[in-house]
């Protein structure tokens, strides 16, 4: 083994956190985009029960 002094090593965290947020944001931002199009078509379901109520309880 080679008797080299001891150096300090690259400081990588800044780098490590930005790719971490970076990660993170695209994350939330499919979870997002994947329970808002779950959500629109509940509600658009949901709408369209109601507006089909309606229209049976106007005709009867």
Known sequence: MSQ???QA???YTDA????????LFMG????????????VAVTAYGL?????W???VKNS
Do not use: C, H, S
């Open 54 to 56: 309606i229209g049976r």
């Open 9 to 11: 090593v690259e400081d």
């Open 16 to 23: 490590f956190l930005g790719t971490l947020f970076i990660f």
């Open 28 to 39: 939330f931002w499919v979870i997002a985009a994947a329970v808002g199009y779950i959500w």
């Open 4 to 6: 080299q002094p001891i």
């Open 48 to 52: 369209n029960m109601f507006f089909k």
